[in-house]
Every structure is written in C-alpha cells, then in structure tokens.
C-alpha cells in the first residue's frame, strides 16, 4: 500500500492564487521530504528539501518565496504555491525518506497536477 | 559533479521482445545509491530497484533484471518478454552519501526513456 499519501491529486486554480499541496508519511515518519516539479515530458527536478522543525533548503533558481514549504511535524509537509502564474502550472510530487531505515526507498507521492488558468 | 544520463529517451518493442534501458551515471563519491523508477501515464513514481555502491551483484527479479557495472559507471535495465503493461517511463536515479540507504539524500534522475510495448 502507499506510504506517502499527496493530496489533491489535481487542482486547477486561477492565476495570481495560492495553492497548498500536502505530503504525509503514513506509517513512518519522515525526516526529511523533498519536493520535485516535473514538467511535461521532462525528468523530476528536485525543487527543496524540508527537513522536520527547520527551514528548507531550496536548489538553485527556486524562489524560496513563492514556493513555501513547511515541515512542521515528523509526518507532514506542506508546499504552497503563492500568487500562482500558469508558468507554474506542472507536475508536482512529494518524496519522504526515514533515518532508521536502511533498506527502504525513498517513497513517492502519487503526485500533485497543477495548472493555472 | 552529479549526473545520470539516459540516452534513450523513446524504445519502442513488440511485446514480447525483450528490452534493455540503458543508464550511465557520474559521481565523485564512493558510496552512492542507484534506483529506477517507473512512471505510468497515471504520473506516480514505482520504485523498481535500489543498488548501493558496493553490490555489483546483478539482480533479477520475474521479467526485470539489472545489470550494475561499475568499471563503466552504467546501471542498465533489461525487460525480458515485454508486455504491453510495461510501458511507461523509465527514470534511473543517483542518490549519493551516506544517509542511511539514500533514505534521507536527494535523487538526480536522468531525463527518463519512454518505453512503449505495441501489442
């Protein structure tokens, strides 16, 4: 069964509006979750990592100040995409990953898909 | 530097061919993490395998295999006797350091291969 759950699944939204997407660890917690944007028929670019109770960091050319991602507990972490432009409009996905475990993956989200109008 | 190249980026078979994906990755550290994903039209990432730096064991697993060269720095993924469910995207990844089995460590992807499986 899926051990990250990401919800919505999709959301249309109109252009200059936030969007929160949420990303929780279901039967582990997470200490660090990483964010990726993909867009059409392109690879997965790691936007920022979160890590539990400190701030995240974000790669290069990601505006920490439109992408707002808080990791405020051991299972949850929350992006918000703010005053949303349809150059946003992407696939989103989560992933979360556990000190303790040694021989797990890192388990993904089913994904967010965004479009802005 | 960090990279994981997937030259191929469309295949297409006849099902029941077989089918090998190729993957070459760059890393400067000694202990890393390979993984392949597959991503169906649906978008969700499946985790298929996880390799770490010191196991060049080869591994199958039913219909997949994986061959892990180290001397060429390629990870290569075969499908043998293709089927139609297996298309879908292919995305090979590098997760480097030592955070417990790439567990806590970020993953650079190749830019994927679109396998497609005409019946």
């Known amino acids: 069964g899926a051990v990250v759950s990401q919800h919505p699944s999709w959301v249309i939204c109109k252009s200059g509006t936030s969007v929160k997407i949420e990303c929780r660890s279901l039967d582990f917690q997470a200490t660090t979750m990483f964010w990726y944007r993909q867009f059409p028929k392109q690879s997965l670019m790691l936007m920022a990592t979160?890590?539990?109770?400190?701030?995240?960091?974000?790669e290069q050319g990601v505006e920490k100040d439109k992408f707002l991602i808080n990791h405020a507990s051991l299972t949850l972490s929350t992006l918000t995409v703010t005053s949303a432009h349809p150059e946003d409009s992407s696939f989103y996905i989560c992933s979360a990953g556990f000190q303790g475990r040694r021989n797990s993956p890192l388990h993904f989200g089913n994904g967010t898909r965004l479009t802005v109008t | 530097a960090q990279k994981v190249t997937q030259a191929q980026t469309e295949i297409s078979v006849v099902e029941k061919e077989d089918v090998t994906l190729d993957c070459v990755y760059e890393?400067?550290?000694?202990?890393?993490?390979l993984f392949w994903y597959k991503q169906p039209p649906s978008g969700e990432l499946v985790f298929l395998i996880r390799?770490?730096?010191?196991?060049?064991q080869n591994e199958i697993s039913g219909r997949y295999s994986w061959n892990f060269q180290k001397s060429t720095s390629s990870f290569n993924f075969t499908i043998t006797a293709s089927q139609v469910v297996d298309s879908a995207v292919y995305f090979c990844?590098?997760?480097?350091?030592?955070?417990?089995?790439?567990?806590?460590?970020?993953?650079?992807f190749g830019t994927g291969t679109l396998l497609a499986v005409q019946p």
């Open positions: 990844a590098l997760s480097e350091g030592r955070g417990y089995g790439g567990a806590t460590n970020k993953l650079i």
């Open positions: 390799r770490n730096s010191f196991d060049e």
């Open positions: 979160s890590n539990e109770g400190s701030k995240a960091t974000y």
């Open positions: 890393t400067r550290d000694t202990t890393y993490y």
